[in-house]
T-cell receptor, first 115, second 114 residues
Framework: AQSVAQPEDQVNVAEGNPLTVKCTYSVSGNPYLFWYVQYPNRGLQFLLKYITGDNLVKGSYGFEAEFNKSQTSFHLKKPSALVSDSALYFCAVRDPTSNTGKLIFGQGTTLQVKP | DGGITQSPKYLFRKEGQNVTLSCEQNLNHDAMYWYRQDPGQGLRLIYYSQIVNDFQKGDIAEGYSVSREKKESFPLTVTSAQKNPTAFYLC?????????????FGPGTRLTVL
């Protein structure tokens, strides 16, 4: 079965420090991986995706993610956190062998950036 | 959120009532999706549609129904058969179902059963 795990319910960092939000996945075949961010009572905003190619993917708002096939991970990173980065972050995977287009989401990680 | 609108933003339902959530997109996307979000559970797929007049059940379709009479519209009806409908509902669309294309989300509707 395809699955995504975000092992941390909450991540706390100080403003200006680097941040990492972790994601691991389990799919058959090569995965398509996505990161979204959600602010309170809002829809999800797309940050970045990995389909193929360079393992380091750059996205919106200075975020990047590193695809690691051997560790089945796709961690989200940012070199210097901002208070405005505080939000709920979702990792998602699409099984490329499926024809449904369905995204499988992790349970989400709340990022708190303190001044 | 741009290009996908959902209404209403907040919806209150009495037990036994059916309610319909609206989703409209002006992105000319072929595929549309409905997800349900509950705290600590991520998002789960309710229904999806690739083309007009065609849709398929997702993982948690029981108690829900949809229609796709127009490319830009994909309304979701929460019926009285849905035992625990209180949740945040998100509509999404993408260019083509099953491709590498990104799904873009609307702002959501929060449904509360009184």
């Amino acid at each position: 079965a395809q699955s995504v795990a975000q092992p941390e319910d909450q991540v706390n960092v100080a403003e200006g420090n680097p941040l990492t939000v972790k994601c691991t996945y389990s799919v058959s075949g090569n995965p398509y991986l996505f990161w979204y961010v959600q602010y309170p009572n809002r829809g999800l905003q797309f940050l970045l995706k990995y389909i193929t190619g360079d393992n380091l993917v750059k996205g919106s708002y200075g975020f990047e993610a590193e695809f690691n096939k051997s560790q089945t991970s796709f961690h989200l990173k940012k070199p210097s956190a901002l208070v405005s980065d505080s939000a709920l972050y979702f990792c998602a995977v699409r099984d490329p062998t499926s024809n449904t287009g369905k995204l499988i989401f992790g349970q989400g990680t709340t990022l708190q950036v303190k001044p | 959120d741009g290009g996908i609108t959902q209404s209403p933003k907040y919806l209150f339902r009495k037990e036994g009532q059916n309610v319909t959530l609206s989703c409209e997109q002006n992105l000319n996307h072929d595929a549309m999706y409905w997800y349900r979000q509950d705290p600590g559970q991520g998002l789960r797929l309710i229904y999806y549609s690739q083309i007009v007049n065609d849709f398929q059940k997702g993982d948690i379709a029981e108690g829900y129904s949809v229609s796709r009479e127009k490319k830009e519209s994909f309304p979701l009806t929460v019926t009285s058969a849905q035992k625990n409908p209180t949740a945040f509902y998100l509509c999404a669309s993408s260019i083509v179902r099953g491709s590498t294309d990104t799904q873009y989300f609307g702002p959501g509707t929060r449904l509360t059963v009184l």
